[in-house]
Every structure is written in structure tokens, then in C-alpha cells.
């Protein structure tokens, strides 16, 4: 799973990291702390507009939903989107093929079972780079009022050794791109099989993690903050390498 991501990144981080340009900027907010369940709207970079940066919010509305009661109720069982069966399940088939998208992020957050108690780590590069979330999106018009929804879900894949001890119920990760295939994934000219290769998990070696405080779990407290990825120990949650 990939519910909860850090994009503290400012326009000219993005512009220069991609090479594209962010024309609508003002509506976007960075933020340290971001979850899918509060639908926020999310830089990214879709295929057919590799130039620039696009807004998507996260939760995908397929083209063909009907209505907006259908809507509101697809949006929050589509936040990730297996590997496995992003290529055939019919929310994400369509989008797969021609609708890939590119989520820049500095980090992700993830929960580790130990006991009865769940242990938040917060996952970043090696080298605290910006990296990149593969993803799908597509456009839906709101029947009743003409508004398009351009909306995204994130990737997902098996983990790979570390992130199999962090998110040891489920084992799972987001599918992180490596800089070769970046622009492959968003190309219209790939095809559908030479995309569904590039959905493995990264290797451990490029990602560090470290557990944080239950700053992130509060959902009260303003977790916009660079304290919310800050390093925290934590007794019994240390990493086997």
C-alpha cells in the first residue's frame, strides 16, 4: 500500500528535476505529510503532457464511472493500484494503457506491526533525492456540472527486503522508478508489456527508512512540519541490515 507520501517540494525543485515547466502553481500547497484519504490534489507528470507539470488529485474516477454518487464511492477504493492486475482490472486497464503518470515525492510513510502496536517509519532515497511514484490517472466529467476531474492512483508492487520487514502485514510498496525509465513509463510509444516490466520493486540498497514519531498518527496536530519525518527511536523496531 501507499496511502501517505511527503511532497515538500517547491516549484523550481520540480521544474529542474524533470526538466519541465509548472504553470499552475498557485494551487498548489507543498506539504510534508499528505494521505489519500483527505483526496489531495498532487503535483505530477502524465503522458501526454511530458513538458509540464500537471495537478492530479489522488483517487481515480475511471472515465466511464456515471454518476457522482458512483464517484465519490470508486475514489477511495482506488488510491493504489496492484501490478499485478493494473493491466486487466477495469478501473486501471484503460489508463494503463495509455494514461501513466509520474508522482514526484521526497518520502512515503509506513506502519510496522510489532505486537498489538503499529510503528510508523518514514522511507526516503539514499542520497534524499526526489523520486518518482508510478502511477495512472484519468479525466471523469462531473455529470451534473461539467467540472473535469483529473484524478491519479499510485502503483504498487511486492516489497522488496527492507520494505518487507517495514510493512510486514502486507508486504507491499510503491513501484519507485529509476531515472532510465522515467520517461518511458509517461511515453505513449511504450507499449503495454514493456511498461508492465518496469513494475518491480526497487532495490533496498537505493532507500533508507527510519521509524518517526506518533507526530504522523495525530490528527489533530498540524503535521505539515519537517518534525513529522524526523528521526524518532523507538525499542524493538530496528532494521535486520
Known amino acids: ?19 519541465v515547466s509548472f504553470p499552475d502553481r498557485d494551487r498548489y500547497q507543498p506539504s510534508y505529510y499528505y494521505h489519500a484519504f483527505g483526496l489531495p490534489e498532487l503535483p505530477a507528470i502524465c ?44 478501473s486501471f ?18 506502519w510496522q506491526h510489532i505486537g498489538n502496536e503499529k510503528i510508523p517509519w518514514y522511507i526516503y532515497h539514499g542520497n534524499e533525492e526526489i523520486f518518482s511514484l508510478a502511477g495512472v490517472y484519468d479525466q471523469w466529467v462531473e455529470t451534473s456540472t461539467g467540472e473535469l476531474l483529473n484524478t491519479f492512483s499510485v502503483v504498487t508492487t511486492d516489497a522488496n527486503d527492507l520494505m518487507a520487514v517495514i510493512h510486514n502485514s502486507k508486504k507491499r510498496m510503491p513501484v519507485i522508478l529509476d531515472r532510465l525509465n522515467e520517461k518511458k513509463w509517461i511515453s505513449q510509444d511504450t507499449t503495454a508489456d514493456e511498461a508492465l516490466k518496469m513494475l518491480r520493486p526497487c532495490p533496498s ?24 519525518i524526523q528521526p524518532f527511536d523507538r525499542a524493538g523496531s530496528s532494521l535486520p541490515f
Open 1 to 19: 500500500m501507499c496511502f501517505t507520501v511527503n511532497v515538500n517540494l517547491v516549484k523550481d525543485e520540480l521544474e529542474n528535476r524533470y526538466g
Open 47 to 90: 503522458s501526454g503532457y511530458p513538458g509540464m507539470v500537471q495537478l492530479l488529485r489522488w483517487g481515480l474516477i475511471p472515465s466511464w464511472t456515471r454518476n457522482s454518487e458512483d464517484a465519490n464511492e470508486i475514489r477511495y477504493k482506488t488510491f493504489n493500484a496492484r501490478a499485478e492486475s493494473v493491466n486487466s482490472k477495469p
Open 93 to 110: 486497464s484503460k489508463s494503463f494503457k495509455s494514461k501513466r503518470c509520474i508522482i514526484p515525492v521526497k518520502g512515503f510513510f509506513e
Open 205 to 228: 540498497e537505493i532507500l533508507k527508512a527510519h521509524t518517526v514519531s506518533n507526530l504522523v498518527n495525530s490528527k489533530t496536530a498540524n503535521r505539515n512540519s519537517p518534525e513529522v
